[in-house]
Every structure is written in C-alpha cells, then in structure tokens.
C-alpha cells in the first residue's frame, strides 16, 4: 500500500502547484513570487522527483520485479550456425495475481525470414519443487511472425498430454532479440505465493525446402561411390538449381541436383545422385547442448512412367550432439507403393562417408524395377535440410530450475497482465511540463 499513500501524497502536492500556477496566470503573482522565490527551487526539484519516481514506480503494480538469470554469449555456438540469435543471453521470469510470464532474450534480433523459425519447448516448468518438469511450454513462431504452433503440454501423464495455448498470449516481435509467453496459473495448477521452477530454452531451427520433378532416360555408363567424393561428379550436368535464398547460413541452402546411371554396365547397374548446398561444411562436431543438423532427400522414381511413383529412396544425413554425446550417420531407406500406401523394403547404413558440401545417394536398378537403358522414367526431389538446436538457460539440461515465488495477493489493482509504461512516461511528462511552466511563470519576479 505505500506505493498508493505515496501517490495520495502526489495528488495533493501537484494540486497545490497547479492552484498557484492559476493564481499567477490571474495576477496574483506577489505571494507566488515569496513563495516560489529562488531558494525554494529546491522544492520543486522534490516535488519533481517525487512525481517522476512515483511515475516509475506504478510501471507495473500488477505485477513484482521479475527475476533475471544470465547465460555467457557462447560464440562457438554462433559461429558453427551463422548467426549469434540462435544464442540465449538472458532469461526473465515474472507474474502477477494471475498470470507466470517467462521471456527469453537472444543475443541478436531474430531474422525476421520465415524459414528461419523459433521451434520447440521454450520452458520447462516444476510446479511441485521436486525437481522434474510437470508441464513444457512448446512454440512455433516464424522470423516473420507466424505462429504454426503454441502448446502446454503435461508431462505428468505418459505420452504428454498437450492443449492448445492462445496465440495472443505470445510475446514475440518481429525483428526483435526476444521470444516469451504469459500463462494463467490456473493452467498449470499453481496459485500467488507458491513457487514455479522455470528452465528456459531457446529452440531454432534453419530450414530450407525443395520439390522438383523431371524425367530422365537411362543410358549413361557412370558409376560413382556413396564417400561424399564429388570429384566423380566433374562434368555431370544439373537437372536443376533451386537457387541461393541468402537468408540461412549457406551450408544450410539446398542448391543443386544432377543423376547419373551405369544402364549399360553389366553388373551393378544403379542410378545415383548428387545434392550440393550453397558452400561450405557444416560444423564436423557440435559444441554444447542439443543441436543436430539433418540433411533428408525423398528421390521417388515412376519406374513405368504411367505417372504414379511406384519406389521412394530416403536418405538421411545426421550430425546430433545431445549432453556430452555425439552421433554422425547415415541411413538409406527403400520404400515400394502398393497401391494404398509405402511398404518398406530395406535400409542401409554407408560405413564410411565425408560431411562436405554434398552428398549422395545410390539406388540399385534392379531394386526398383529393374528399368533397362533407354528408358524413360520419372524423378521427383523432395528434400529438407535444417539445422535444430536448443540453448538451454540458466543451465545445460532440462532439470535444471531455477525457482521464483509467484507474488503473494496485493491490492486490488486486475487481472490481466499490465505494461502500463505508456502511463508511467505520461506521469512524468506531465510533471516536467508542470516544472518547466512554473520556471517559466516565475522567471525574473523574484
């Protein structure tokens, strides 16, 4: 309550100002002239004071100052994805009567592309204290603003069982360096004066896409090897270029596709194909955390060229580090439609191969069809790179909380969130013009 006996005690002391700055403007300016004389300037410098930390201080009554917990810039981090916004510098956790609000502030202002997207839990919450999330907070939000997921989901049950959270309750903005979201207490179970252990995470990810069709005429006589060599590659034509998009860190930009085909060898008879990226390599080893970096292709093959695809080649590239461990793969997958839906036939992992600026795959003509040379069949490229990482905040794991005591009940002063700083500003507007009026109508009559 000392906050609204401060303010009563303002009220009144503005009245007075504002009644003798009448009197003056109506002549009576003798008594204002002793009253306001140049010591007493000392007065007004209380008095504007006074308003100015009143102002500041009624920037949110709603709601206690917000804990802050700090993360050191990781620059190792930001180099191996290109940009310093995927990095979590701060967190602020804070509430109200109603509300838990938990935002997540990034070292650079997120680019505002839609294929550069904030992705996964951005909080995990104990509301019991034992130590383990009872609920996680899930967002999918896009550089440019769009929302494609926002979700509380209960770990307490196995699997999590998720609800749909209102998009309005997201604080984001475009081209911002932060990412957060406000939640009623009564979603999670607790109430003001309990405590909620908050572990924050700032999930991205890149993300590039392409689809491409064409036909292709058996015939060729190339074998090449599934090593990520591409000097096999020399002289082989594009089918296409999905061209540079520029807005992700270039070993991340799917550009190019060629295919060739050893038809007319006796033995061993395949079709292969090569993907390149815009330039570069990614990181051959990941620094912290979570992060993993995914190169899929989806080749479907119309091996009778009746325009339905009747095989899929799925390949995987994985580069994963989760905790202290990391994992680097690849897995080659064969699908075969039957009419109503993909059958699997067989997968294979290459035991050697190069995490370049390429990447490969081959697929046995006698395991789709066995289509001969001088056929004519169709190609479809359906491919995904991206690149997902999570920055945890204040700490490396999801257990580990750090706890705030949600505001025990106050003065009645709402429900809902307030940001009344529009307010806080005018307040202090109003008293520096009150000031500056008052130099004004006194200047030179003391």
Same mark, same amino acid.
């Given at each position: 309550?000392?906050?609204?006996?401060?303010?009563?005690?303002?009220?009144?002391?503005?009245?007075?100002?504002?009644?003798? $700055?009448?009197?003056?403007?109506?002549?009576?300016?003798?008594?204002?002239?002793?009253?306001?004389?140049?010591?007493?300037?000392?007065?007004?410098?209380? $008095?504007?004071?006074?308003?100015?930390?009143?102002? $500041?201080?009624?920037?949110?009554?709603?709601?206690?100052?917000?804990?802050?917990?700090?993360?050191?810039?990781?620059?190792?981090?930001?180099? @191996?994805?290109?940009?310093?916004?995927?990095?979590?510098?701060?967190?602020?956790?804070?509430?109200?009567?109603?509300?838990?609000?938990?935002?997540?502030?990034?070292?650079?202002?997120?680019? %505002?592309?839609?294929?550069?997207?904030?992705?996964?839990?951005?909080?995990?919450?104990?509301?019991?204290?034992?130590?383990?999330?009872?609920?996680?907070?899930?967002?999918?939000?896009?550089?440019? =603003?769009?929302?494609?997921?926002?979700?509380?989901?209960?770990?307490?049950?196995?699997?999590?069982?998720?609800?749909?959270?209102?998009?309005?309750?997201?604080?984001?903005?475009?081209?911002?360096?932060?990412?957060?979201?406000?939640?009623?207490?009564?979603?999670?179970?607790?109430?003001?004066?309990?405590?909620?252990?908050?572990?924050?995470?700032?999930?991205?990810?890149?993300?590039?896409?392409?689809?491409? @069709?064409?036909?292709?005429?058996?015939?060729?006589?190339?074998?090449?090897?599934?090593?990520?060599?591409?000097?096999?590659?020399? =002289?082989?034509?594009?089918?296409?270029?999905?061209?540079?998009?520029? @807005?992700?860190?270039?070993?991340?930009?799917?550009?190019?596709?060629? %295919?060739?085909?050893?038809?007319?060898?006796?033995?061993?008879?395949?079709?292969?194909?090569?993907? %390149?990226?815009?330039?570069?390599?990614?990181?051959?080893?990941?620094?912290?955390?979570?992060?993993?970096?995914?190169?899929?292709?989806?080749?479907?093959?119309?091996?009778?060229?009746?325009?339905?695809?009747?095989?899929?080649?799925?390949?995987?590239?994985?580069?994963?580090?989760?905790?202290?461990?990391?994992?680097?793969?690849? $897995?080659?997958?064969?699908?075969?439609?039957?009419?109503?839906?993909?059958?699997?036939?067989?997968?294979?992992?290459?035991?050697?191969?190069?995490?370049?600026?390429?990447?490969?795959?081959?697929?046995?003509? #006698?395991?789709?069809?066995?289509?001969?040379?001088?056929?004519?069949?169709?190609?479809?490229?359906?491919?995904?790179?991206?690149?997902?990482?999570?920055?945890?905040?204040?700490?490396? =794991?999801? %257990?580990?909380?750090?706890?705030?005591?949600?505001?025990?009940? =106050?003065?009645?002063?709402?429900?809902?969130? @307030?940001?009344?700083? #529009?307010?806080?500003?005018?307040?202090?507007?109003?008293?520096?013009?009150?000031?500056?009026?008052?130099?004004?109508?006194?200047?030179?009559?003391?």
């Amino acid at each position: 309550m000392e906050w609204y006996a401060l303010s009563v005690k303002v009220v009144d002391l503005e009245r007075e100002l504002r009644q003798r $700055l009448i009197e003056n403007v109506r002549g009576k300016r003798t008594a204002c002239r002793r009253s306001f004389a140049l010591p007493s300037l000392v007065r007004v410098v209380v $008095l504007f004071t006074l308003l100015v930390g009143v102002s $500041l201080a009624s920037i949110s009554p709603a709601s206690a100052s917000p804990d802050l917990y700090y993360d050191n810039f990781d620059a190792a981090q930001a180099k @191996e994805y290109g940009d310093a916004w995927i990095d979590a510098v701060w967190m602020e956790v804070s509430g109200n009567e109603t509300h838990l609000t938990v935002v997540i502030h990034t070292a650079a202002p997120v680019p %505002t592309s839609s294929i550069l997207r904030i992705d996964g839990p951005v909080a995990y919450l104990d509301t019991d204290g034992d130590g383990d999330d009872e609920y996680y907070v899930t967002l999918g939000i896009k550089g440019d =603003g769009s929302v494609y997921t926002f979700r509380l989901c209960d770990t307490t049950v196995s699997p999590p069982a998720c609800t749909n959270l209102p998009f309005d309750e997201i604080l984001f903005q475009v081209g911002g360096d932060y990412v957060g979201f406000t939640i009623p207490y009564s979603d999670i179970g607790v109430a003001p004066g309990d405590q909620v252990g908050v572990s924050g995470h700032l999930g991205t990810r890149f993300i590039d896409t392409v689809l491409q @069709e064409f036909d292709y005429t058996l015939g060729g006589g190339t074998a090449v090897s599934v090593d990520g060599d591409l000097s096999e590659w020399a =002289g082989v034509p594009d089918n296409f270029d999905d061209g540079y998009d520029g @807005e992700i860190p270039q070993e991340f930009d799917f550009r190019a596709f060629a %295919t060739v085909d050893n038809a007319t060898a006796g033995t061993g008879q395949a079709i292969s194909h090569r993907f %390149t990226v815009e330039g570069g390599s990614p990181a051959a080893s990941l620094s912290q955390g979570y992060m993993r970096i995914s190169r899929l292709v989806y080749v479907y093959y119309d091996t009778d060229n009746d325009g339905t695809y009747d095989y899929e080649a799925w390949v995987a590239y994985y580069l994963i580090r989760s905790g202290a461990s990391q994992q680097r793969y690849i $897995l080659y997958s064969l699908y075969q439609w039957n009419g109503a839906s993909w059958s699997f036939l067989y997968s294979k992992s290459p035991s050697s191969w190069d995490w370049g600026p390429g990447f490969e795959l081959s697929t046995p003509l #006698a395991d789709i069809g066995s289509p001969a040379s001088g056929d004519t069949i169709g190609i479809k490229v359906q491919s995904v790179t991206f690149s997902d990482t999570s920055d945890p905040i204040p700490g490396s =794991g999801a %257990t580990d909380f750090v706890y705030y005591a949600l505001p025990a009940p =106050g003065p009645a002063v709402g429900g809902e969130l @307030e940001f009344p700083l #529009a307010a806080a500003l005018s307040g202090v507007l109003a008293a520096v013009a009150a000031v500056a009026l008052l130099i004004f109508s006194t200047r030179g009559r003391a």
